[in-house]
């Protein structure tokens, strides 16, 4: 089947995909043996029927489930995700203005994640069995089993508290001025306003809990980067590469290296996915403005709108992410091109 | 060795270098920002709209913000003082009558008027939100001229005037709020649509003026420059949300925050033992207690007094208090340590488990029983209920009661608790409104009373009366002497066992000066300067 027709039926797919969260995500939500007047209102404000019949009208929660379920799809299509009851704002501003700081901590995660993933794997390939492999096997090893948590804690306390050399919590220190707001993103509005100073915070406060959150995807990449080079490196076409004469840098990396990027290419789509669900711990730890923590926040107190629109986002992210994980497949195996 | 590992170590080394230099740009860290407080606070504020505010965080901004008719000193509780007006009250309490100082300005420049009082807190009662249940026994509030306010009470009310420090009687300027959509027409809670613009801006009188709340990020307060009181040391308050305890005590070593709100017990130490940092200890608000159901097709034996008491003497106090740590302290009723006419924590109840013993023994129960004890799986307060509710297993397991522990999730266990279905609940409970009053919900048919099913059917009618007369008594000398008696009476008898009160423990850098503490705002940012 050619790529065109291929994504043109996944994207067509996704619509009922995501029907099919909203209803999942409202049926789980409501099933949780709760109130939402318990999380809003406080110890007095519940005692008093005026004020909780005042609030069940203000959220539609006075209403039969079928009959909100019904309401929530009707403004869905019309782009309404509803307003969140915790920020009393609309969910969609609410996700515009959370999404892209975890957009922005996620993104830079995986880039260096991988990057150093790859550079580790390769490192340990080619220096097999010496220093370097051990080295860099370790350091994996700590990113795949070292809670995040704890990782996160322990690198503010060194390199925040003691060393200085980092920034603290937050995207941006207090007294900066945030750029104006064009994507969300604070590298690319500082760069569009041509705001230096807060181009050089933000990306000072990114390293940090991006280092954090990456540690996970680099421990996974380095181990198969190294395992896939190595099997590469055994494979009939290596010694064909090596037998006429090519230097040994082009039978690394325009051969090996190649070859074992393939299984990479799914992990990358899986972690930049949880990753994009937002880092709860780090988010919380490192006080990042995200998805994460505004999920967390709509779940413990039962805000359903942000809930159902969290739910929709995350899926919307993840359905398109395995389309471009799967895209990418069909590009880079010369294999799945021929048939 | 292969060119190819060069070339990577020498791509690599420059790469660290180039991180290092970009981050050593920075790390000149902007220091000593004299002009701007920073506070760092675990953001719970869900509006900054003085009618629907009802947090703690969003009390400091408020406090910040706007003005009440009448107020606390800085540092206690103890007694109402004026602030915007000055009052009398009429001899049979039901008329409070407000006189609004000369030369009153908000921060737009228009001058202060009784009307705006009266629209502001006819908006707050109609727009049913969180703190609305304050007014319940107001009538009506008029202003018969342009500096007087009339309040009529439906009931005497002993603690109206606490009630009335609330943010939730803030003063506010009545036609910018109209302006951007404000109500005070009985269906404010349908018409009203000034809550978004307030949430970013403020119309008040206070020393500063809210200027942006990036929520779940950071607000920002600047100078009121139109503002007639002392001027603030600080030209702006910055609160930046981070909820992590210990993100918190970082930020404040570095220096990037001035005051770190939410540290815990086991922290003090390391706080205290830097030199560039101060701690406040100090009692809290909230007291945690058990419940113990007065129904006995719910409670079985918790129904019967004499048990009550066996497990009231039964808690190990000073254990909870260590397991605790900070400044806690052991209440001795369920009225805060601290509160005005509150017992002190002498004379709270201790140990005594062959009294308890007896006393079971006495309703029958020697052998002892088995019981569920629900409870919030959750930290409040720096509290750890779970932790806490192992403890009182411990101790009960000493008078021949198994206790077996029920947590659930703070939403689900909040079901039953507030319907009266919990046979023994471990709970807490902090102030709608600093004052006693508030506590009187704890005897039989108030709010908590009616969670333990404590009625006055199955209620002694000596506590009722005591309950009766605190309801209408506005006296504060004959105020004392009943609450003398509602925490004697409570010590012996009822359905209530308070196990602690937790302190609270702020951070702050060495050179601010001004800090003081209010129960009711916990730190006012006009107070601080630099040294």
Known sequence: MSLGFFIIRRLLLTIPLLIGVTLISFVLAHIVPADPITANLGQRAISDPTIVAAFRAQWGLDQPLPAQYAVYLRNLLSGNLGVSIHSRRPVLDDLRAYAPATIELATTATLLGVSLGLLLGVLAAVGRGKLIDSVARFVSLIGLSAPVFWLALIALAVFYVRLRVVPGPGRLDATIKAPPTISGLLILDSLFAGRWDALRNAVGHLILPSLVLGSYSMGTITRITRAGMIDSLAQDYVRTARSKGLRERIVWFRHAFRNALIPVVTVIGLTYGTLLSGAVLTETIFAWPGIGRYAYLASTTLDFPAIMGVSLFLSLIFILINLVVDVLYYLVDPRLRAR | ?531
């Open chain 2, 1 to 531: 060795m292969f060119t190819v590992q060069a070339k990577i170590k020498r791509s690599l080394t420059l790469l660290a270098m180039s991180a290092l230099a970009l981050t050593m740009a920075y790390s000149q860290r902007v220091s000593a920002q004299s002009k701007a407080l920073v506070i760092g606070i675990a953001e719970n504020t869900t509006s900054l709209d003085p009618a629907r505010a009802f947090e703690p965080e969003s009390g400091i901004i408020l406090k910040g913000t706007y003005d009440t008719l009448v107020t606390f000193p800085p540092d206690n509780v103890d007694k109402i003082v004026p602030d915007l007006a000055t009052w009398t009250i009429s001899t049979d309490g039901l008329t409070y009558t407000f006189t609004l100082k000369d030369g009153l300005t908000f921060s737009s420049g228009n001058p202060v008027t009784a009307n705006d009082a009266v629209f502001s807190f006819n908006r707050m009662k109609n727009i049913k939100g969180n703190p609305s249940f304050l007014a319940a026994t107001i009538s009506s509030v008029s202003a018969p001229d342009a500096k007087t306010i009339v309040l009529k009470l439906t009931t005497p009310d002993p603690a109206i005037l606490a009630k009335l420090v609330y943010p939730a009687f803030a003063v506010t300027d009545s036609a910018v709020v109209k302006q951007h959509g404000g109500t005070d027409a009985a269906d404010a809670d349908k018409s009203d649509t000034a809550g978004s613009w307030l949430d970013n801006n403020s119309a008040g009188t206070g020393p500063y003026v809210l200027t942006q709340w990036d929520k779940h990020n950071q607000t920002t307060l600047v100078r009121n420059t139109k503002y007639k009181g002392t001027t603030p040391a600080f030209d702006q308050v910055i609160l930046r949300d981070i909820p992590q305890a210990a993100t918190q005590k970082s930020s404040l070593e570095t220096g990037d925050i001035d005051i770190a709100y939410d540290l815990t017990p086991d922290q003090s130490a390391s706080v205290k033992g830097n030199s560039s940092l101060k701690l406040f200890e100090g009692a809290g608000n909230t007291v945690f207690f058990l419940l113990m159901n007065q129904d006995k097709t719910i409670g079985g034996p918790l129904s019967d007094p004499k048990v009550d008491q066996a497990i009231r003497l039964a808690l190990d106090y000073s254990g909870v208090l260590k397991l605790t740590g900070g400044s806690a302290v052991t209440p001795a009723s369920v009225i805060p340590v601290g509160f005005a006419d509150a017992f002190g924590t002498d004379k709270a109840l201790t140990r005594n488990l062959d009294a308890a013993k007896k006393l079971l023994a006495d309703a029958g129960q020697s052998s002892g029983f088995t019981i569920n004890l629900e409870y919030p799986d959750f930290t409040y307060q720096g509290v750890n209920i779970g932790t806490t509710a192992q403890k009182v297993q411990a101790d009960l397991k000493d008078l021949g009661i198994t206790v077996n522990l029920k947590p659930a999730d703070v939403q689900v266990a909040l079901a039953n608790y507030r319907t009266g279905k919990s046979a023994f609940a471990l709970w807490f409970w902090g102030p709608d409104f600093i004052d006693p009053q508030d506590y009187v919900e704890f005897l039989p048919d108030g709010i908590v009373g009616k969670r333990a099913n404590w009625t006055s059917a199955n209620s002694d009618p000596a506590i009722q009366k005591v309950r009766d007369q605190l309801n209408i008594e506005t006296d504060t000398a004959k105020r004392t002497a009943l609450f003398a008696q509602m925490q004697t009476y409570l010590q012996q008898n009822g359905p209530f066992a308070p196990i602690v009160q937790p302190g609270i423990q702020i951070g702050y850098r060495a050179d601010l000066k001004g800090f003081a503490y209010n129960a009711q705002w916990i730190i006012d940012p006009a107070t601080f300067s630099r040294q």
